[in-house]
């Protein structure tokens, strides 16, 4: 039974924009931390972006100005509006609900 589902990773040329999306259960979506997190290859997984309960939100330095994370409660789904895009952007990116991951989906940046 899946209970978290991303989408809208792919191939992207340098400048362009993807926005991944994961939809969860109600009572995984109901988290009160939400997140996205990247990680490239032979690298560790890194957080991008979280968002609170509270709706404080927090990006990683590196993309300040481009990326936004946002949430529509009544889809239950998390979105990150990814713009110009970078090649060192290229990595599978995971959502997170509290402690319960997506499966990832992968994002490259790539003329």
């Known amino acids: 039974q899946v209970q978290v589902v991303e989408s809208g990773g792919g191939l992207v040329q340098p400048g362009g924009s993807l926005r991944l999306s994961c939809t969860a259960s109600?009572?995984?979506?109901?988290?009160?931390?939400k997140g996205w997190y990247r990680q490239a290859p032979g690298q560790q997984r890194e957080v991008v972006a979280v968002i609170a309960g509270d709706g404080i939100i927090k990006y990683v330095d590196s993309v300040k100005g481009r990326f936004t994370i946002s949430r529509d409660n009544a889809k239950n789904t998390l979105y990150l509006q990814m713009d110009s895009l970078k090649p060192e952007d290229t990595a599978v990116y995971y959502c997170k609900f509290g402690s319960t991951w997506g499966q990832g989906t992968l994002v490259t940046v790539s003329s």
């Open positions: 109600g009572s995984i979506f109901s988290a009160l931390v």
